[in-house]
């Protein structure tokens, strides 16, 4: 197998198909590997192109590889569809992904750190607890209207109800519903709490990099939006200009244009992905480091 150049993996949990071919084009390699036998195959190889399509353990997969000595790209699964020859299986994936790792026009993925991927997830993770909280406090406010306790919207409302619920000398909740809505009460505390810690971990990688802090001398840019711009583009030079950048991002409508009529709609693909604020997504970006707030 030492005149593999390419080799195509299709990526799964235990079962990894490659396909392998040499410089004219002949298999070479086309074969099923278990997950402890991957890293041992491309250690015996001579440095190669490897095609794998991005999905959730492609970047551990590629940075493995490329320490190996070879080059990893990932690509969209929906650009490799195109080159699946036959019905889909395993093995017909896998030559796919070879074929369309070699395609001059094809478009990559580029692959992110084991820190920038970190600071994704720091992201996300803050993202989860703050839809926590917002199901905590709507939970809190239904329950409590149920018996008639309404408070105003906002942080001011909520925190009227929460002294509500800790005030065992109102009549208004029985003693069964004020259990459950403490418990609720006490998770929502929790989850404050964790969404400020997050920002405070956010803010304090920010003022370590120098690229997120580049990024917050721009006008309307703040460190939340700075850090995850910088953990979600490794490579800007990837895009050959601004437009492209904001279409990738998803501020510039996506087209389904044919026969001469443009239309134009929203791009959603790449905004359910990225843990952008909304403020950035309607174009109104922040202009400093939000806190918790309800």
Request: glycine share 6%; aromatic share 4%; proline share 6%.
């Amino acid at each position: 197998m030492g005149n593999v150049i390419t080799i195509g993996v299709d990526l799964a949990k235990s079962v990894f198909p490659v396909h392998g071919v040499d410089a004219a084009g002949a298999i070479v390699v086309r074969r099923q590997l278990r997950r402890p036998q991957v890293l041992p195959l491309f250690a015996k190889l001579a440095p190669c192109l490897v095609g794998m399509e991005a999905c959730a353990t492609a970047l551990h997969w590629a940075r493995a590889i490329e320490e190996l000595g070879h080059r990893a790209r990932l690509m969209p699964p929906r650009y490799v569809k195109a080159y699946v020859k036959s019905q889909k299986n395993d093995a017909a994936d896998a030559e796919a992904i070879c074929e369309a790792v070699s395609r001059p026009t094809m478009r990559f993925v580029e692959i992110k750190t084991s820190e920038q991927q970190s600071v994704l997830i720091l992201h996300r993770t803050r993202q989860m607890f703050v839809r926590q909280r917002t199901t905590l406090i709507n939970a809190i406010r239904a329950h409590l209207a149920a018996f008639g306790i309404v408070a105003q919207i906002g942080r001011n409302g909520v925190e009227s109800l929460l002294r509500i619920i800790s005030e065992p000398e109102d009549n208004r909740i029985p003693e069964v519903a004020r259990s459950c809505l403490k418990a609720l009460a006490s998770q929502l505390h929790l989850v404050k709490r964790q969404i400020l810690e997050a920002d405070r971990r956010i803010l304090a990688w920010h003022r370590s990099n120098e690229t997120s802090r580049r990024l917050d001398s721009i006008p309307g840019i703040g460190p939340l939006v700075a850090t995850a711009l910088v953990a979600s583009v490794p490579n800007p030079q990837a895009f050959k200009s601004g437009r492209d950048l904001a279409a990738w991002i998803g501020l510039v409508p996506k087209q389904n244009s044919s026969g001469g009529k443009e239309r134009r709609g929203a791009h959603k693909e790449m905004l359910s992905s990225m843990p952008l604020p909304k403020s950035l997504l309607a174009k109104s970006l922040p202009t400093s480091m939000p806190g918790s707030f309800t």
